[in-house]
């Protein structure tokens, strides 16, 4: 299981050894998510940011506008494979390279990255755990410089078992072989208090496991791996079953995705529109506690 992690999650310290790697390539995934409360998150670019500082090679990619389908019913539904295709090659990464990816902002942007990589079938993704703040604080460098790499031909393979739509999450309600996980926080999954996205609540059946649990609230460094086991296991999730995350909008989702492949639950998928979808349409059951 650490031989897991470690290809999962890098520390600023092996990443500044590798920065001349030519099998790697990195991503600043800075997105700024603000909660709105109802309907989907305000979205600033990191873009800015990106260009006052950002780790030696990397580029910067948008959560919304590139790494999200411009033409979907909803925010940030998963882009269509010739999206990621045109976009990895023109940045010159290939399917061979080792992608590591990092924000300024919160890691939940940063795995819903991840999760589009995997989703499109990209293996080698890995994340700086801490981020960039751990890297400043680590006193690596920072540079202005825009990094320029020979473009590629990048080829993505959708991966069907990580992506599931409403009439998967309508079948798992009743199915015990599979575990419906929400993301939220839990006065969210209680229907009591935050953001929601046309009716407070959760989808029937479902079980909490709030995404901003997983990650340290100051370092933003994740939990151990003992820690996340027993948040899953508390929550009733059993590690024979098939693990469907889901949010509002498919991105704290992400983070219980990618802690679900950090403890080894490699059987999940993510329910990409979630509740974006789910409780705005009147046919589809919702439940709360309010």
């Given at each position: 299981m650490?031989?897991r992690?470690?290809?999962?999650?890098v520390?600023?310290?092996?990443?500044?050894e590798?920065?001349?790697?030519?099998?790697?390539?990195?991503l600043d995934?800075?997105?700024?998510?603000?909660?709105q409360?109802?309907?989907?998150?305000?979205?600033?670019?990191?873009?800015?940011d990106?260009?006052k500082?950002h780790?030696?090679?990397?580029?910067?990619?948008?959560?919304v506008?590139?790494?999200s389908?411009p033409?979907?019913?909803?925010?940030y539904?998963?882009?269509?494979?010739?999206?990621?295709?045109?976009l990895?090659?023109k940045?010159?990464?290939g399917?061979?390279?080792?992608?590591?990816?990092?924000?300024?902002?919160?890691p939940?942007t940063?795995?819903?990255v991840?999760?589009?990589?995997r989703?499109?079938?990209?293996?080698?993704?890995?994340?700086?755990?801490?981020?960039?703040?751990?890297w400043?604080s680590e006193?690596?460098?920072v540079?202005?410089?825009?990094?320029?790499?020979?473009?590629?031909?990048y080829?993505?393979?959708?991966?069907?078992r990580?992506?599931v739509?409403?009439?998967?999450?309508?079948?798992?309600?009743?199915?015990?072989a599979?575990?419906l996980v929400?993301?939220?926080?839990?006065n969210?999954f209680?229907?009591?208090?935050?953001?929601?996205?046309?009716?407070?609540?959760r989808?029937?059946?479902?079980?909490?496991v709030p995404?901003?649990?997983?990650?340290?609230?100051?370092?933003?460094?994740?939990?151990?791996n003992?820690?996340?086991e027993?948040?899953f296991?508390?929550?009733?999730v059993a590690?024979t079953?098939?693990?469907?995350?889901y949010?509002?909008?498919?991105?704290?989702?992400s983070?219980d995705?990618f802690a679900?492949?950090?403890?080894?639950?490699e059987?999940?998928?993510?329910?990409?529109?979630?509740l974006?979808?789910?409780?705005?349409?009147?046919e589809?059951?919702?439940?709360?506690?309010a």
């Amino acid at each position: 299981m650490a031989k897991r992690r470690s290809e999962l999650l890098v520390e600023p310290q092996w990443l500044a050894e590798h920065l001349d790697d030519p099998d790697i390539r990195i991503l600043d995934c800075t997105t700024y998510m603000t909660a709105q409360p109802t309907g989907p998150s305000k979205i600033d670019s990191g873009l800015p940011d990106y260009r006052k500082g950002h780790i030696p090679g990397a580029q910067h990619v948008d959560m919304v506008t590139q790494m999200s389908d411009p033409s979907g019913e909803y925010p940030y539904t998963l882009p269509k494979p010739g999206q990621l295709d045109a976009l990895f090659s023109k940045l010159g990464i290939g399917n061979e390279h080792r992608v590591i990816l990092y924000a300024r902002s919160a890691p939940m942007t940063v795995t819903r990255v991840w999760y589009v990589l995997r989703a499109l079938g990209h293996q080698q993704v890995s994340l700086l755990d801490g981020g960039f703040a751990r890297w400043e604080s680590e006193g690596l460098p920072v540079v202005t410089e825009v990094p320029a790499y020979e473009p590629t031909v990048y080829r993505s393979r959708f991966d069907p078992r990580r992506y599931v739509d409403r009439d998967d999450v309508r079948a798992a309600i009743d199915d015990d072989a599979t575990v419906l996980v929400n993301s939220l926080g839990r006065n969210q999954f209680a229907g009591t208090g935050g953001a929601h996205y046309g009716r407070p609540g959760r989808i029937p059946g479902s079980v909490s496991v709030p995404a901003a649990e997983l990650v340290d609230p100051k370092t933003h460094m994740y939990q151990s791996n003992d820690v996340i086991e027993k948040a899953f296991a508390e929550a009733g999730v059993a590690p024979t079953q098939r693990a469907v995350t889901y949010c509002g909008g498919g991105i704290a989702a992400s983070t219980d995705a990618f802690a679900l492949e950090l403890i080894g639950h490699e059987d999940w998928a993510l329910y990409d529109n979630s509740l974006l979808e789910w409780s705005t349409r009147a046919e589809l059951p919702m439940e709360s506690d309010a």
